[in-house]
Nanobody
């Protein structure tokens, strides 16, 4: 089970940190991803991280502004979002996928959290 939190309302240029806590064992056997879905748009990958944390991927639209990280001891993955823009407004979801050590999947995630709303005002 994945529980996302940390969403809220922020002004343009502000920051938020999302957290996703995973229950159960073997968190470190899963690659983790953050996705988002804006109103009327398809869900898209924002960032993903390998099971050990050594490899990451980002959508071009968030490179340099967002950072994904994980703490396997706490079964938690984070998304630090800086320099937020109105176009970042969306429901953000965390997801998990069984993966080999260095792999960072962009699709095919099996497990999903409930989503947390991020609203960036102009």
């Amino acid at each position: 089970q994945l529980q996302a939190s940390g969403g809220g309302l922020v002004r343009t240029g502000g920051s938020l940190r999302l957290s996703c806590a995973a229950s159960g064992r073997a968190f470190n056997t899963y690659a983790m991803g953050w996705f988002r879905q804006a109103l009327g748009k398809e869900r898209e990958l924002v960032a993903a991280i390998s099971r050990g944390g050594g490899n990451t991927k980002y959508a071009d639209s968030v490179k340099g502004r967002f950072t994904i990280s994980r703490d396997n001891a706490k079964n938690t993955v984070y998304l630090q979002m800086n320099l937020l823009k109105p176009e970042d407004t969306a429901v953000y979801y965390c997801a998990a996928e069984k993966a080999i050590l260095s792999h960072v999947p962009v699709t095919g995630y099996d497990y999903w959290g409930q989503g947390t709303l991020v609203t960036v005002s102009s």
